[in-house]
């Protein structure tokens, strides 16, 4: 069965930095585009970040950019989302998603994505 696992939330003071990790079960993904999504409680699933197949092209939410980056190991089929300089405003479930078209671009919608992880909580303190 097709998985995506993330790792590494927690709880952070405001300013402090956590990297997150989401290993896929599949070699295929080293094929697919990648994306970070978040969702805090009462509001709908957002756009963080995205990164193409060979991660030479990553696009950005504008709220995160120039904080936070993507970037991805094909050989360890893992994609990572360094997150700096956290906000109290960054706190969600962040999960990451796969797009099931082969050397394509990511995109900022859900809809797009084809397989989601269970997500991980990432807080920060003010």
């Known amino acids: 069965q097709v998985q995506l696992v993330e790792s590494g939330g927690g709880l952070v003071q405001a300013g402090g930095s956590l990297r997150l990790s989401c290993a896929a079960s599949?070699?295929?993904?080293?094929?697919?585009?990648m994306a970070w999504f978040r969702q805090a409680p009462g509001k709908e699933r957002e756009f963080v970040a995205h990164?193409?197949?060979?991660?030479?092209?990553?696009a950005y939410a504008d709220s995160v950019l120039g904080r936070f980056t993507i970037s991805r190991d094909n050989a360890a089929i893992t994609v990572y989302l360094q997150m700096n300089s956290l906000k109290p405003e960054d706190t969600a479930i962040y999960y990451c998603?796969?797009?099931?078209?082969?050397?394509?671009?990511?995109?900022?919608?859900?809809?797009?994505?084809?397989?989601w992880g269970q997500g991980t909580q990432v807080t920060v303190s003010s």
């Open positions: 599949e070699r295929t993904f080293s094929n697919y585009p």
């Open positions: 990164i193409n197949w060979n991660g030479g092209y990553t």
């Open positions: 998603a796969a797009r099931k078209t082969k050397y394509y671009t990511g995109s900022s919608k859900p809809n797009d994505y084809d397989y």
